[in-house]
Each structure stands twice: as C-alpha cells, then as structure tokens.
C-alpha cells in the first residue's frame, strides 16, 4: 500500500466521530483480530474487535492506482484512477459467519483524466479544437462524498480467534462523481474563440459527468485473510 496514501487519509479522516467511538470500544473488549484484503477498494487490512457476541466493530485502510479509459461522446480520454479509504463498520453476525455490515467509508478516490486527440483535433461539444493551439484536455473526476454511508453482506469476521476467510460485498454510496476540466487557451487563439472553447469545456464536463453518474454507487467486493487472537 502507498505509504504517502495512507498516511494523508489517516491524517484527514482520523478524528471521524465513527472511528473513535469504534477504537474506544476496542479498548474494553477482549477479542481481535487483523486482516489483510485485496478488491475493488484496493489492497488494505482491517483491524477488528468483539463488542457483544454478535457484534464487531472493523477500521481498515485501503488504497490502489491504476489506468484506465474513459469515454463521453466527443472524447476519449487516458485515465489514472487513484483510490484511498480509510473505512469504520459495526459487523452484526446473527446467523453464524455470515454478517451484515454497515457504516462509512472516509475516501480520497479521484480519477486524473487527459484527453486523448483524434489527428491532432479535439472534438468538445460537437467542435473542432487543434491541440497545437489549445495544448492538452486535462481534468479530475472525485467522488461526490468524501465521507460514504456504507451497507453490505460478507462472511467471517476479523476477531474470530484463529486464521479464518472472509469477504465484503456491499455498496459505498459515493454520490455522483464531481467533473472538472481545463482546456488552456495558446497565444494565437482569439478571446472569442476562448470564450467558446470554455463554453464547450463546460459543456463537456456536464456530458461526461452524466456519463459516470452510474458510479454513484460504487460495488464493494473484498476478499481477505483474518488472524484472530
């Protein structure tokens, strides 16, 4: 895990209410457990405790980078996706190894996008733009939450004495993805022009935006390894 990427979430989500109430109450419990995991939130390790028979309360840390494509009508662009969570869950087991989970996930997801020119032309908005003139297309896509209600299903728990498995599957309710793009004006290019290529840009950012609402719920799946102790 990115050592620069855990330690500035830890920094700026630390002082959740959530977390401290959870780590307080680890304080008066006898069960625990660490875990390690790898999925759709990244690679991270939670670290779990009994509060009641049924009940468990988890603080985990995750974190990934990666590249990807993004698309809207006019434009392709070169994606880097940067995800980083600091997550604080209540497990309720009522029927054995199997859980519901809930709570909120703290996050520093964004995704850092450049567009990517067809010939030399970018296309915004249905008009043409030349890179030579304009330079690059670039912005970042964040989640519309930074702090995101959390609600799933999972198996085995990480306080559970002994080497156990188990999985997340759940949804982070992130909120629609928030847009912002640049286009830079170059030295030959008129006010007016400017004007309408960042009348576009805007226009762009609304098409792409609508594009990624779907991510508003972003899907939990995590597969992982507990000691307990």
Known sequence: MPQVMTREIAMRYGRSVLVVALAAAAGSTQAAGIGVRAGTTGIGADLGWGIAPTLGGRIGLSAINFSTHVESDDVRYDAKAKLANLNALLDWSPLGPFRISAGLIAN??????????????????GNPYNASQYGSLTGTVKSGRSVAPYLGIGYGNVWTKGVNFYFDLGIMFQGSPKVDLSLACGPSVTPAQCSQAQSDVEAEEAKL?????????????????TIGF
Not at 108 to 125: A, W
Not at 209 to 225: C, H, T
């Open 108 to 125: 520093n997801n964004k995704v850092d996008v450049t567009g990517e020119p067809s010939n030399g032309i970018f296309t915004i908005n």
């Open 209 to 225: 935006q609508d594009e990624l609402k779907r991510f508003k719920y972003f899907p939990v799946l995590n597969l992982g390894v």
